[in-house]
Structures are given as structure tokens and as C-alpha cells.
């Protein structure tokens, strides 16, 4: 079997590792698990990480298994957060466990039949019919209040660290958490609970339950988690300038996507080809060696944003978003804009949406600078839109205008958009209401 810690540890993906860990995945096929929490009914990027790892762990000939908390998402986990979370609604959560099963499906085969084939499992299954007495008797027995309250994201909130206090609801999570484990450990023989580094806590009140809990002599469980990822500036990965970069396509298009990855600057995109990607360490090394001589060339981002999408989602779609691309950065025109269809109008000028209007406002307005100052506010003045209009600075549609120029419907593409640049970099679309 492929060492798995080893293949995580020169990817720079271990943070901390219980002691045994390696020896018991270098013995024998392992279960392991990671949680998937269900704010939302689909997954970003930031959940790439564990999903790559359950990938390595059955690469390796281990058996994963991904664990969605149906039960857990009622609660909320308290680690890195500074403030009790909404509880969701029954309908929502149902949603979106639904949506996160969709999307771990496709990246791990849960009706495969070998072996080491990966298991989706939900936590709600299993404590929908635990009362509350005997979740008390059986589990809140076995674990002390002070070593729940000794573990930093407790600690942290009850000091006033971090917000304002912990309630009962949360001060158990981990708790629940740990229950999982030990029920993977009872009906799956899953001994390692993997996970992010601020999950540490968590992962360990897993290991100590099992021990406390488990009658057999030497019980054996292990923890495991990975750095949480960051940009190179400390900034949060994972969001771009409309938020949350999402693995659906209907949320995030594939075209934005890749666009992601491909902007990576060049000390992110050393440690992500290694995260992200499957490549191995001699074509990884090449790459960043290749780049480090030619930085301008961009290979390492294009080879990341390559990889990255064909993985998410097609080889097939991984093309269409390339040529996109090179749409985006060419001299196009107003036919080949209509010509591509509105999908890949607002993929490629999407960020660029700037002001809503109605057919009535443009109507009534004198003239092409009101429209271009005072309805949409795309110049501050009169005078400044006059200024650059005698310039010949000005495009309607990528067509150059005038001040006498008058808009009519036919400017509308798709009939509600309008594409006004000024100079080669500020970008403007008006929505026609």
C-alpha cells in the first residue's frame, strides 16, 4: 500500500497526528472519517481539503468513509467560531444534506464493491432515536466537564476570547461528535477520525470516548488533521470577489472557477499545486522549478487551474472554460457576445454589472451624458462624461460613441444589457428593467 502519511506530510497537509497513527495505516487497511457539516446545500472549495484527503486515503488501499452531520448541523460547532450559529430548520438541513451527498458522490464511488470502497453515512441515522437520559447515562458520563472546558475552542469562549460565552447546545458538540466516532468504531471498525486542524479537540474527545466506552482491553483510536489553508497574504481562502468559490456549477460557473485557480499568485500557487492536485512530487518539483525560471508564463497557475477543474468537474467542461477564457481576453464584438449566448456573457462580464435602470429613465434622459452620469452614476459628473466622450474614450457594445450618440433597444444585448466601457479597464453593465 502507498504511505499515506508520508504522500499527505510532503504535501505540507499534516498539522497534528496522534502518536501510532502510521504504524496502524502502515499494518493494515484502515477506516478513517471525516465530517461534513451541512450549512449549505452544497460544498466549497475549503471542503476540497478533506475530500482530496478521503481520495488519498483510498488510494492508499484504506476505506473511507464520509460522514454527513444530519444530527450535529442542528447544533453547530463551536470551533473558530466566536458567536452561537442559527440553528437551521428541519426542511433546510434535509435539503441540504441531500445537496453534499450529491456532491461527495462525485468524487468518491459509494456503490463501488471493493474492498476498500468509500461509505457515506449520516449521524442523524443513529442519534434521531437517542433520548436525552440516555445520551446523558451512556456517553456524558464517561467525559469530564473538566476536560471538555480544557479544550482551546471551550476555552476561548468562555474567557471572552472569542464572543459571548458558549450555550449548553454548543458546550455538547463535541460531545455528539465523539459519539460518532465511537459508533463508526462499534458498526464500522473505523479507527482515525481526520479532519481540519481546528478539529483537534473534537478528534481527541473522539479517541478518549472510545477508550472509556469500548470494554475491550487496548481499545485503538487515532487522530489526525491537516493546517487549515490560507492565502499567502493571511487572507481566508476559498471566497473571490462574489463570494464563496462553490463545487456546483450552478452556483459557481466553471469558467469562474477555473478563473479562481488561474489567479493564484505565484507563492500561493507553489503550495496549492501540491494540495489540490494529485500530481506527484517529481512533476510538482519540475513545475515549480519551471515556473521559479519563467514566472511570467504562468505554467504553474494554468497547470493548477487545469487539474483543479478537471477534477471538480470534467476534462470536457475543464475546455469549454478555457476557451471562455480566451474569449473573455479577446477582441470580441458585439455579435460574437450574442453569439456565445448569455451564460458566457455573464460568466465573462459578470463582475462588472454596475447599475439597473429602466427602459422609462433612459427614455426620459437628455442625451447620452445624463445616461452616463446622472442615471447610472458610471461618471460623477456631467462634465466628466462630456470630457471623455470628446476624448473618444467611450464604448457602447465595444462600438465607439459620441455626445450625440443616442441609445436605443437595439443596444440592448439579450434585450435587457448594455456594455459600456471607459479606457481599456473600467467596465461597466447596465441592466435594462
Known amino acids: 500500500m502507498k504511505n499515506f502519511v508520508e504522500e499527505l506530510q510532503w504535501r505540507g497537509m499534516v498539522h497534528d497526528i496522534m502518536p501510532g497513527t ?3 495505516l502502515s499494518k493494515e487497511m484502515t ?3 471525516i465530517g461534513f457539516d451541512p450549512t449549505s446545500d452544497s460544498l466549497h472549495i475549503g471542503s476540497l481539503v478533506p475530500i482530496i484527503i478521503l481520495v488519498h486515503l483510498y488510494k492508499s488501499g484504506h476505506k473511507p468513509v ?4 444530519g444530527a450535529t448541523g442542528m447544533i453547530g460547532d463551536p470551533s473558530g467560531k466566536s458567536d452561537e450559529r442559527n440553528l437551521l430548520d428541519e426542511a433546510t438541513l434535509n435539503k441540504n444534506v441531500a445537496g453534499i451527498k450529491g456532491v461527495l458522490s462525485r468524487f468518491l464511488d459509494f456503490d463501488s464493491q471493493e474492498e476498500n470502497a468509500p461509505i457515506l453515512v449520516n449521524n442523524y441515522d443513529w442519534m434521531k432515536e437517542f433520548s436525552f437520559i440516555d445520551f446523558a447515562r451512556d456517553v456524558g458520563k464517561r467525559i469530564t466537564v473538566n476536560y471538555m472546558m480544557a479544550k482551546d475552542s471551550v476555552k476561548k469562549r468562555l474567557t471572552g476570547e472569542a464572543g459571548s460565552g458558549m450555550s449548553f447546545t454548543e458546550f455538547t458538540y463535541q460531545l455528539i461528535q465523539g459519539y460518532d466516532f465511537y459508533h463508526l468504531y462499534k458498526n464500522h471498525n473505523c479507527m482515525l477520525q481526520l479532519g481540519g486542524s481546528d478539529q483537534w479537540g473534537n478528534i481527541t474527545t473522539g479517541t478518549e470516548l472510545i477508550r472509556r466506552m469500548t470494554d475491550e482491553e487496548g481499545a485503538k483510536a487515532y487522530a489526525m488533521t491537516c493546517p487549515l489553508i490560507t492565502k499567502a497574504d493571511g487572507s481566508k481562502f476559498g471566497k473571490s470577489e462574489g463570494g464563496n468559490v462553490w463545487l456546483d456549477a450552478d452556483k459557481t460557473s466553471v469558467y469562474k472557477f477555473y478563473q479562481f485557480w488561474l489567479n493564484t499568485t505565484d507563492e500561493d500557487a507553489e503550495k496549492y499545486i501540491k494540495i489540490f492536485t494529485f500530481l506527484d512530487k517529481l512533476t510538482v518539483d519540475a513545475l515549480i ?6 514566472p511570467g508564463a504562468r505554467k504553474l497557475q494554468k497547470k493548477l487551474a487545469e487539474e483543479v477543474t478537471t477534477f471538480v468537474h470534467s476534462k470536457e467542461e475543464l475546455e469549454e472554460a478555457i476557451k471562455t477564457s480566451e474569449f473573455a481576453f479577446s477582441n ?5 457576445l450574442i453569439a456565445k449566448g448569455e451564460k458566457v456573457f455573464i460568466d465573462v462580464l459578470g463582475e462588472f454589472f454596475h447599475a439597473e435602470v429602466t427602459k422609462e429613465q433612459l427614455e426620459s434622459a437628455e442625451g ?3 445616461i452616463l452620469s446622472d442615471t447610472t452614476s458610471i461618471f460623477p459628473s456631467r462634465g466628466e462624461a462630456r470630457k471623455a466622450l470628446k476624448a473618444n474614450a467611450v464604448s457602447v457594445n465595444r462600438e465607439k460613441i459620441n455626445d450625440s450618440y443616442e441609445l436605443s433597444e437595439t443596444d440592448f444585448i439579450f434585450g435587457k444589457y448594455i456594455y459600456i466601457q471607459f479606457g481599456k479597464k473600467k467596465k461597466y453593465v447596465i441592466t435594462v428593467k
Do not use: M, P, V
Not at 464520509?66 to 452531520?69: D, N, P, S, Y
Not at 522549478?289 to 519563467?294: G, K, L, N, T
Open 66 to 69: 464520509a460522514l454527513i452531520g
Open 368 to 370: 447620452i451624458i445624463e
Open 31 to 33: 477506516t478513517a472519517y
Open 289 to 294: 522549478e519551471e515556473h521559479r525560471q519563467d
Open 332 to 336: 470580441f464584438t458585439k455579435k460574437d
Open 22 to 24: 502510521e504504524e496502524q
